[in-house]
């Protein structure tokens, strides 16, 4: 775990991390696989990345990591148009895979999601820790460390839901989504490495039990301490 003062500090250090990853990855292979989360705590993050110099993206196959079901293409809470908006428009990936949520068959999104993933085998993972500890929308009730799928639907946790009115996403409980897809844990940890950036005091719990708690899924961050090259980015804040 690596603390900073501040989530502007915080952010900085995770992007410069990163790209560093990237420009490796790119001498090394040639292309870089990547998957990014979507939520307002990859904010500082997101923004020091775009701002990264000698990065090229012209190299980077992008994924993000999950996405709500039902929500209307024009809804800015959708996670493709967060990222879009913050981070695949603004440099020139390879290419950007998105993850539709308004598919009007889910199963064959999935399937379609999981072949791209099993064609691009993620180097980089950047992402984030819930309030309840998922990563992705694998929250404790659904979250399986031995699931034998890369994608899949879930239906989503309460406190999950809370957090986006907290993350001042959703006006109210009530308007959040009930469904979503998620990246399961496995294609999260067959990255070769794995960024994890969490910042706020909403999150501190989450970060205690992530390091010091039982490695199991009723703190599915936990996992992460069974990945060789998983770095964690807190602020103050988040740890305590």
Same mark, same amino acid.
């Given at each position: 775990?690596?603390?900073?003062?501040?989530?502007?500090?915080?952010?900085?250090?995770?992007?410069?991390?990163?790209?560093e990853?990237?420009?490796r990855?790119?001498?090394?292979?040639?292309?870089?696989n990547?998957?990014f989360?979507?939520?307002p705590s990859?904010?500082?993050?997101l923004a020091?990345?775009v701002?990264?110099?000698?990065?090229?993206?012209?190299?980077?196959?992008?994924?993000?990591?999950?996405?709500?079901?039902?929500?209307?293409e024009?809804?800015?809470?959708r996670?493709?148009?967060?990222?879009?908006?913050?981070l695949?428009?603004?440099?020139?990936?390879?290419?950007?895979?998105?993850?539709?949520g308004?598919?009007? /068959?889910?199963?064959?999104?999935?399937? &379609?999601?999981?072949? =791209?993933?099993e064609?691009?085998? #993620?180097?980089?993972a $950047?992402?984030?820790?819930?309030?309840?500890?998922?990563i992705?929308?694998? /929250?404790?009730?659904?979250?399986?460390? &031995?699931?034998?799928? =890369?994608?899949?639907?879930?239906? #989503?946790?309460?406190? $999950?839901?809370?957090?986006?009115?907290h993350?001042?996403?959703?006006?109210?409980?009530?308007?959040?989504?009930?469904h979503?897809?998620?990246?399961?844990i496995p294609?999260?940890?067959?990255?070769?490495?794995?960024?994890?950036?969490?910042?706020?005091?909403?999150?501190?719990?989450?970060?205690?039990?992530?390091?010091?708690?039982?490695?199991?899924?009723?703190?599915?961050?936990?996992?992460l301490?069974?990945?060789?090259?998983?770095?964690?980015?807190?602020?103050?804040?988040?740890?305590?």
């Open positions: 775990m690596l603390v900073y003062d501040s989530r502007a500090g915080m952010g900085e250090a995770a992007a410069k991390a990163v790209a990853s990237i420009r990855c790119v001498k090394t292979l040639g292309r870089v990547m998957v989360a979507a939520a990859q904010n500082e993050f020091a990345l701002r990264e110099a000698d990065v090229d993206w012209t190299k980077v196959y992008a994924f993000h990591l999950d996405e709500y079901i039902g929500l209307p024009s809804a800015p809470q996670f493709a148009t967060f990222l879009k908006e913050r695949f428009s603004l440099v020139p990936f390879k290419e950007v895979h998105y993850l539709n308004n598919a009007p /068959d889910i199963e064959a999104e999935i399937k &379609r999601y999981s072949r =791209l993933l064609t691009h085998p #993620l180097d980089i $950047c992402i984030g820790i819930g309030e309840n500890g998922h992705a929308f694998n /929250d404790p009730p659904v979250a399986d460390f &031995r699931d034998p799928q =890369l994608v899949k639907k879930v239906e #989503l946790e309460s406190r $999950c839901r809370e957090q986006q009115v993350d001042g996403c959703f006006a109210s409980l009530d308007q959040v989504p009930t979503a897809l998620t990246l399961t294609a999260i940890m067959a990255a070769k490495e794995i960024h994890c950036i969490v910042p706020g005091p909403t999150k501190t719990k989450a970060v205690h039990d992530t390091l010091y708690g039982p490695v199991g899924e009723v703190c599915p961050a936990s996992i301490r069974t990945h060789e090259r998983a770095v964690l980015y807190v602020d103050v804040e988040a740890a305590g």
